[in-house]
C-alpha cells in the first residue's frame, strides 16, 4: 500500500534553475493584489479552528502543535471546522459556478453513454466489463467460449448472439450502500466461484464475499475485516487470504474452506512490523506464493496449490536491499531480483532473471539466465505457456517483449535479452503508458496490454506472441472531436459507428502509425530534459494544443509525484482538453524518487528527498524560462505523496507558482512519522526515513511542509482536498496546513487557500465516472478563475 518525455535548452545547461527566481520572506504588492481580485466583496472571512496547546519534543528540538487536536476524527469541533471550511470553499468558488457547470457539461458530453472492454479469453470463458448508459459503475460479465473459435466468439459477443452471466454489479452495491469500492476480484480455477473484497465507506476497509456463479448468491462472508489479497487453491475449494493490522499492514495469511463451518486456518503470519505481506499463485496455477515484502527486500514461502496443508517452503531468507518474485514454468521456479550476483556487477544493483528447481532442496540455488541489455532495466514479468514476457525501461521509456520458452536446460551461462532473439512489442510512441490487462490464460500466446499516453486515447492491443503480430481491438471513444480538428479522426469515431464497424476493429490488423488514433496533428507533446541543481536532467513531457497555445502568454500546470519509484501517470484523459483547448499547457515532471529504475527512486527518497523537490521547482522554472507558460500563469498539482512535493515547493519557492492543488497531501510528515501507530507510517521509514533516528529526522525537517511555512509571505492560492475516511493520509494533515498557512502567511493572499473535504469517501474518493467530472470541473475551474 502507497501513500497514493528531447533536447536540453543550452541556457540551463550552464545556469542552475534554481537562481531564476527566489522565495520571498514579505508580503509581495502584486500577489495581494491578484489574491484580492480573487475575492468576492460579500465573501466572509475563512474559518478558525480552535487552538489546543501541545508540545512535541524529539533530538533536542521542541515545538509547538495547535491544531494536534485534529487527529481525533470523533472530535465533533473537527467535523464542524470542515463543515464550515466546505462551506468557505463553496462560497470562494460561487462566482465560478457558472463555469462549473460549464466544464462539467463539456466533460460529461465527452463520456460515451455505455462503455465496454473487449472480451478477455480465460479457459472456456470470455470475461468482459462494461458500463450501462447512465449509470457510474461497470458490471463484470462473461460469455460461454464458442466452439467454432476466437472469432466467431468475438463477432457472437458484440452481436449479444450468446448468453450472457453478470457476475458482479458495482451499480447494485452502489445503489445499497451508497459507496462501493472493489478491491480484488478472483474467479477460482473452475470459473464457479468469484471471491471479491468490497469496502462500502471509503475507509478501505475490506470485507471478503464469495459468491456462486451458478447460483448467484453470496455462500460466504468472512468475519475478519481488512481483507486484501486473495487466491484460490487448486481444487477451487480453498481460498487464501490476508487480512490487516491496526496500522493497515498485511501481515497475516488464511485458509478457507468452502462449505466448513469452522474458523478460517492461519497459514502464515508475518510478526516484523517493516513487512506486508502479499499472497498469489503462480500463472500455471501450480504453485501458491507468500510475499512479505519491506519497501526494500523480501522474503517468498510457496506452497503446493493441490497440498496447501502440506507446509511452507521457504525459498531464500530476506537479506536488507534485495528484493525477489517468481514464477513457475515446468518444474523451474523464475525469479525476477537484484540480489548480489557476479553476472550484475555493471547494472548497479538492477533486476535480472534467475531461476532454480522447483524442488525444496533445491530452492536456493539460483542460477542467472537473462540480463538486461545495456541502459535498459527490468520492472516485471508475466509467464505463459510458450512465452515469458519482461516489463523493461529503456532510459527511462517502456519497453515489453517476449522470449519463447522454455530455456534450455544446459544453459551454460546468463545471456543478454537480445541474444534470446526476443520480440519487442511494437509502440506508437516513446511517450506510452502501459498497462497489462488480466492475462489470466496460462495456455494463451496473446498477451493484452492497454496504450495509451496524452495524445493517444486508450488503446486494447492484443500481441500474437507466437506470430509476432499484433491487433489493436479496441481505442477509447471521445466524443467531440471532428474531422477539422483532427485529421486521425476517422480511426477514433470507428468507436461510435455501428456494432458492425466494432467488429471490424475486432479483427483488423493495424499495420501503419496513423492507425493508433494519434492526436499529436491536434496537439503537441514533446519529452525535454531539465537539468536539476546537481546537473541531474529530469524528463520533462509537455503537451499544449497546437490552435489554442500561446507562446509566452499560456497559462499551465505542472504534475508530480516522486515517491515509491512510481511512475508519474501520463495516460490519455479526456477532461484535459476542456484546459487544453482554453489554451492551458499541461506539464508532467518525472522527478526523482518515482519512476525508473533502482538509482532514480533511491535518488528522491530519505536523506535524498530534497532531490525531488529541487527537480520540481526546475522544471517549473524551465517552463517559464522557455516561454512555454508565462511567469504569472504556473500552477502545479500533487496528489497524495504528490502533494507533499508541491507544499515543499510552495515553501521553498513561495512566488513560483500562482495556484496550486494540493489532493489528500500528505504535508504533516514529520509528526505522523513519529508516530509509528498511525497506518503506514513504518512501512514509510524506508522511503521517507525514520525520525527516530536523528540524521533522518533532520532530513526530513528540512522540507516537511507543515513545519516550513514561510512567516509573512505571499502564498499562491491553493485548493487542498481531503477525504474524512481516507486511512492513507488523514484528514487532519490537509486541515492542518491551510489552518497554519492561513495563521502565518499574508492575510490577504491566504483567504485564497481553500480546504474541500469529501466527508463521505476514502483516498480515492467516490469513483463514479459521473462524479469524476464534477470534481475535475471544480478543480479546474478555481484554476482558471486564478488567471
Known amino acids: 500500500m502507497l501513500r497514493t518525455k528531447t533536447l536540453v535548452s543550452p541556457s540551463l545547461r550552464t545556469l542552475s534553475p534554481l537562481v531564476l527566481l527566489s522565495s520571498s520572506s514579505t508580503y509581495s504588492s502584486s500577489s495581494c493584489n491578484k489574491a484580492r481580485a480573487l475575492l468576492s466583496p460579500s465573501l466572509r472571512s475563512p474559518p478558525t479552528p480552535k487552538k489546543i496547546p501541545f508540545t512535541v519534543a524529539t533530538h533536542g528540538r521542541t515545538w509547538d502543535d495547535p491544531y494536534h487536536w485534529m487527529r481525533n476524527t470523533d472530535d465533533p469541533d473537527l467535523r464542524d471546522h470542515l463543515d464550515r471550511e466546505n462551506a468557505y470553499a463553496d462560497a470562494f468558488m460561487a462566482e465560478a459556478c457558472g463555469l462549473r457547470r460549464q466544464l462539467a457539461a463539456e466533460m460529461r458530453a465527452r463520456v460515451p453513454a455505455t462503455v465496454a472492454t473487449p472480451p478477455e479469453r480465460w479457459g472456456p470463458w470470455l470475461y468482459y466489463q462494461y458500463i450501462p448508459e447512465g449509470k457510474e459503475y461497470p458490471i463484470l460479465c462473461r460469455k460461454f467460449s464458442h466452439p467454432d473459435g476466437l472469432v466467431k466468439t468475438l463477432l457472437g459477443y458484440m452481436h449479444r448472439f450468446s448468453k450472457e452471466e453478470v457476475l458482479l454489479d458495482w451499480n447494485e452495491i452502489a445503489e445499497q450502500f451508497g459507496y462501493v469500492h472493489i478491491g480484488t476480484c478472483r474467479i477460482s480455477p473452475d470459473h464457479k466461484f468469484l471471491a471479491y473484497t468490497l469496502d462500502t465507506s471509503g475507509s478501505e476497509v475490506f470485507a471478503l464475499q464469495v459468491k456462486d456463479l451458478q447460483t448467484k448468491h453470496i455462500i460466504s462472508s468472512s468475519e475478519n475485516q481488512n481483507v486484501v489479497s486473495l487466491t484460490w487453491a487448486g481444487d477451487s475449494g480453498s481460498l487464501l487470504y490476508t487480512i490487516c493490522d491496526e496500522t493497515q499492514r498485511p501481515y497475516k495469511v488464511l485458509c478457507k474452506i468452502l462449505g466448513s463451518d469452522n474458523a478460517d486456518d492461519p497459514i502464515f503470519t508475518e510478526h516484523d512490523l517493516n513487512y506486508c505481506v502479499d499472497i498469489t499463485s503462480t500463472k500455471d496455477s501450480k504453485y501458491i506464493t507468500i510475499n512479505s515484502n519491506s519497501r526494500t527486500s523480501s522474503e517468498v514461502y510457496v506452497l503446493n496449490s493441490t497440498n496447501i496443508r502440506g507446509g511452507l517452503w521457504p525459498v531464500r531468507k530476506r537479506m536488507s536491499g534485495v528484493q525477489y518474485f517468481l514464477e513457475h514454468h515446468y ?17 548497479s544493483g538492477g533486476y535480472y532473471l534467475a531461476r532454480c528447481r522447483a ?17 535498459t532495466t527490468f520492472q516485471d514479468m508475466d509467464m505463459f505457456h510458450g512465452n515469458l514476457v519482461l516489463f523493461l525501461q529503456k532510459k527511462g521509456l517502456p519497453l515489453f517483449c517476449s522470449i519463447d520458452m522454455p530455456i534450455v536446460d544446459n544453459i551454460e551461462g546468463p545471456r543478454k535479452v537480445k541474444d534470446f532473439n526476443a520480440w519487442v512489442f511494437p509502440l506508437p510512441s516513446s511517450l506510452c503508458n502501459i498497462t497489462p490487462g488480466s492475462n489470466n490464460d496460462f495456455l494463451s500466446s496473446v498477451y493484452r496490454v492497454v496504450v495509451s499516453s496524452p495524445v ?13 503480430v499484433f491487433t489493436i481491438l479496441h481505442q477509447e471513444e471521445v466524443m467531440g472531436l471532428t474531422d ?19 467488429s471490424y476493429q475486432f479483427l483488423h490488423n493495424i499495420e501503419d502509425s496513423q492507425s493508433w488514433g494519434d492526436l499529436s496533428e491536434s496537439y503537441f507533446c514533446e519529452r525535454r530534459e531539465v537539468i536539476s541543481h546537481d546537473g541531474f536532467s529530469v524528463p520533462l513531457t509537455i503537451l499544449f494544443s497546437r490552435e489554442a497555445y500561446c507562446d509566452g502568454e499560456s497559462p499551465g500546470i505542472l504534475h508530480g509525484y516522486g515517491a515509491y519509484g512510481e511512475v ?13 483547448a482554453r489554451g492551458w499547457v499541461l506539464a508532467y515532471a518525472d522527478v526523482r524518487g518515482g519512476g525508473g529504475d533502482v538509482s532514480v527512486h533511491r535518488a528522491g527518497t530519505k536523506e535524498n528527498k530534497l532531490n525531488s523537490i ?8 524551465y517552463l517559464v524560462a522557455e516561454g512555454f507558460i508565462r511567469k504569472d500563469r504556473l500552477c502545479a498539482i500533487g496528489c497524495s505523496a504528490g502533494g507533499l512535493l508541491v507544499g515543499a515547493v510552495i515553501n521553498m519557492y513561495n512566488n513560483l507558482f500562482s495556484a496550486a492543488i494540493l489532493k489528500v497531501p500528505f504535508l ?15 512501512l ?28 509573512r509571505a505571499c502564498y499562491p492560492s491553493m485548493l487542498v482536498t481531503a477525504s474524512f475516511h481516507d486511512s492513507r493520509v488523514g484528514v487532519w494533515e490537509a486541515a492542518k496546513w491551510v489552518a497554519k498557512v492561513r495563521e502565518m502567511t499574508c492575510p490577504s493572499c491566504s483567504r485564497s487557500v481553500i480546504l474541500r473535504t469529501n466527508m463521505h469517501g476514502g483516498h480515492f474518493g467516490e469513483g463514479g465516472r459521473f462524479s469524476h467530472c464534477d470534481d475535475a470541473a471544480f478543480e479546474y475551474a478555481f484554476l482558471i478563475k486564478g488567471q
Not at 568 to 580: E, N
Not at 668 to 682: Q, Y
Not at 689 to 711: L, Q, V
Open 456 to 468: 493517444i486515447p486508450d488503446l486494447t492491443v492484443d500481441y500474437d506472441m507466437e506470430q509476432q
Open 359 to 375: 524442488e525444496k532442496s533445491l530452492l536456493d540455488k539460483w542460477q542467472a539466465v537473462v540480463l538486461p541489455d545495456q541502459d
Open 484 to 502: 477539422q480538428n483532427n485529421a486521425n479522426s476517422h480511426s477514433l469515431n470507428l468507436q461510435s459507428n455501428c456494432l458492425s464497424s466494432q
Open 668 to 682: 504533516d510528515i514529520c509528526n505522523t512519522l513519529l508516530d509509528p501507530s498511525l497506518p503506514l507510517t513504518v
Open 684 to 711: 514509510d521509514y524506508d522511503e521517507f526515513g525514520d525520525p527516530r533516528n536523528k540524521s533522518e529526522f533532520e532530513a526530513i525537517c528540512d522540507y516537511s511542509p507543515y513545519d516550513n511555512i514561510s512567516p
Open 568 to 580: 508519474l501517470d501520463k495516460s490519455w484523459c479526456s477532461d484535459r482538453i476542456s484546459l487544453l
Open 614 to 621: 529541487y527537480d520540481f521547482a526546475a522544471c517549473g522554472m
Open 331 to 347: 518444474g523451474f521456479f523464475y525469479i525476477l531480483t537484484n540480489a548480489p550476483s557476479e553476472n550484475m556487477v555493471s547494472t
